[in-house]
């Protein structure tokens, strides 16, 4: 069996993960894929290989049919799911969004293929669903009403948390991802925030069902600082799953390799990670570019595994009470000098 990444010391479930998707053919808004498309079940065994313990997917990269047959790829080369999601966003039919469609038909569309996500998540033995937003947003002022967006939002999440706990228990929990823009101009729960504040606002029975799934590239793009992020998340109790990758500032989404692009802020991140104990599973949502070539698809894999292991081990080096002692003296640059020491130092 091939070698997997691990984290020094990692409370609760070890391992990373990566998304099928990550191995992709490298296509963009502006050409055609650079490479030949790899069968999205043969990428399970690459994700093995590149040091994953745990892959993730999409209903349309592996749909109900495929799931026995995922699982059983899987097992073989002692690969885990972390989690599944609907996609919500490559159907056209889902081109104005699924749960927050004007059309009442397509929403029921969306809750059914989100019930469906459920059980197949059941069957790949994955404990975390995902929602990521995708198209539920808008490109025109007033193509939707807002308020009724967001109430439709509520509704369906209420429809499908009701779905999994009545089938299957507190065994499936929901993590939504928040994300601003892309490919929507304007996406309904744009951040962490929002996405706190509509679990808020779901059923008090399903509610202990839902929580958040941040992305730290999405911060980035809405301009928001990630560390603080996930330190709401965590302190709402509402951390159930990471997405780490890297992003440089305000653009298009690059779904970098996780540690390029602020590692000083990414050593603070994993300190607040150890310091909270975070016991789920860390996954990356990385983009093998365009410009690598197939043999080398997996080199963003391992170039964020490594960096991950570096921050890490870093990060537990780091003397908490010498944190303490510079919030006391309020000394907050020496602070950031004494973390970059721990970085870039011996
Ligand atoms: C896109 C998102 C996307 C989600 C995935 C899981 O920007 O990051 O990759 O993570 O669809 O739901
Ligand atoms: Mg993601």
């Known amino acids: 069996m091939s070698q997997r990444y691990t984290l020094?010391?990692?409370?609760?479930?070890?391992?990373?993960?990566?998304?099928?998707?990550?191995?992709?053919?490298?296509?963009?808004?502006?050409?055609?894929?650079?490479?030949?498309?790899?069968?999205?079940?043969?990428?399970?065994?690459?994700?093995?290989?590149?040091?994953?313990?745990?892959?993730?997917?999409?209903?349309?990269?592996?749909?109900a049919e495929d799931a026995p047959r995922a699982v059983k790829i899987a097992k073989a080369n002692g690969l885990k799911c972390a989690m599944y999601t609907p996609s919500f966003f490559a159907d056209p039919i889902f081109k104005d969004g699924g749960m927050t469609n004007n059309d009442a038909a397509i929403r029921k569309t969306a809750l059914e293929n989100a019930k469906r996500a459920v059980d197949t998540t059941?069957?790949?033995?994955?404990?975390?669903?995902?929602?990521?937003?995708?198209?539920?947003?808008?490109?025109?002022m007033l193509a939707k009403n807002g308020r009724d967006a967001f109430k439709r939002l509520v509704e369906g999440f209420n429809k499908v948390g009701q779905y999994a706990k009545e089938k299957y228990g507190s065994k499936i929990r929901f993590a939504l991802e928040p994300k601003p823009n892309?490919?929507?101009?304007?996406?309904?729960?744009?951040?962490?925030?929002?996405?706190?504040?509509l679990i808020s606002r779901l059923d008090e029975n399903v509610q202990p069902l839902f929580g958040v799934n941040p992305e730290t590239a999405h911060s980035r793009i809405a301009g928001l600082d990630y560390v603080w992020d996930i330190e709401l998340c965590l302190e709402a109790g509402k951390l159930f799953h990471i997405h780490l990758n890297a992003q440089d500032g305000q653009r298009y989404d690059q779904d970098?390799?996780?540690?390029?692009?602020?590692?000083?802020?990414?050593?603070?991140?994993?300190?607040?990670?150890?310091?909270?104990?975070?016991?789920?599973?860390?996954?990356?949502?990385?983009?093998?570019?365009?410009?690598?070539?197939?043999?080398?698809?997996?080199?963003?894999?391992?170039v964020s595994s490594k960096n991950l292991i570096w921050l890490w081990e870093r990060a537990l080096a780091v003397d908490r009470k010498k944190i303490e002692q510079f919030r006391a003296e309020k000394r907050a640059t020496a602070l950031a000098g004494y973390l970059a020491g721990c970085l870039y130092g011996k």
Not at 34 to 55: C, H, K, N, Q
Not at 122 to 140: Q, S
Not at 184 to 197: I, K, T
Request: overall charge negative; some cysteine; glycine content about 10%.
């Open 8 to 63: 020094k010391n990692k409370v609760g479930i070890n391992g990373l993960g990566a998304g099928v998707w990550n191995l992709g053919p490298g296509g963009d808004p502006f050409g055609g894929p650079t490479r030949e498309a790899i069968p999205v079940l043969d990428r399970l065994p690459m994700l093995a290989e590149a040091g994953m313990s745990f892959y993730e997917a999409h209903d349309h990269e592996i749909p």
């Open 122 to 140: 059941v069957v790949l033995g994955a404990k975390t669903m995902v929602f990521w937003n995708g198209r539920e947003g808008f490109d025109f």
């Open 182 to 197: 892309e490919p929507r101009a304007n996406m309904y729960l744009a951040n962490v925030g929002e996405v706190l504040y």
């Open 256 to 302: 970098l390799p996780f540690g390029y692009t602020e590692p000083l802020k990414d050593l603070a991140l994993l300190v607040v990670l150890q310091d909270a104990k975070y016991k789920e599973i860390i996954c990356f949502d990385v983009k093998a570019p365009r410009t690598d070539e197939q043999k080398n698809i997996a080199d963003i894999l391992h």
